[in-house]
């Protein structure tokens, strides 16, 4: 949620989008389908609010009808009406988040970064597993699995592990 405010900012579920909440311009047409991968949305939110000069887009959740986004989106509603938002009546600014920009350190296929004795496992590690569009669920299962191979490396016991396994 795009604010003037300091400190941190509020993270509007992708989910929103998912269940038919619109991306408008400051003319409140839509300029993208909201469906596709994640890169390809924040691209042309960045991209709109270059082009008119905007610090934000807007996202409505009208359709979605009060019964849904009370019943799916209980904290985003509450939060937004804090923020002066009434999001079954009216559209919030949104830019992208930080959120989207994952996987930014490189690392081996046991999470072993270039720098020596640092391993990186999450959304911050980039192991080629997932791009730039890995989702909440994917990038879970992907910290338990790199989690566990990185503590092998480093306690010494990946080639047990590796013997353990063909056993």
Not at 62 to 68: A, I
Not at 78 to 87: A, F, M, W
């Amino acid at each position: 949620m795009y604010s003037k405010k300091p400190g941190r900012r509020f993270l509007i579920s992708e989910s929103v989008r998912g269940e038919g909440a619109v991306l408008l311009n400051s003319k409140k047409e839509r300029f993208v389908n909201e469906l596709l991968p994640r890169d390809v949305v924040t691209k042309a939110i960045r991209e709109e609010m270059e082009k008119e000069g905007t610090d934000h887009v807007w996202l409505s959740m009208e359709k979605l009808g009060k019964e849904t986004i009370m019943g799916h989106f209980p904290n985003i509603y509450q939060h937004c009406l804090e923020e002066g938002y009434d999001v079954t009546k009216e559209c919030i600014p949104v830019v992208p988040a930080q959120h989207y920009f994952m996987g930014g350190v490189w690392v081996d296929s046991d999470s072993k970064t270039s720098m020596e004795h640092l391993y990186a496992v999450g959304e911050t590690s980039c192991n080629g597993v997932h791009g730039a569009n890995r989702l909440a669920s994917n990038s879970l299962l992907e910290s338990l699995v790199f989690a566990k191979r990185a503590a092998n490396k480093i306690s010494g016991t990946e080639n047990e592990v590796k013997v353990r396994e063909l056993a």
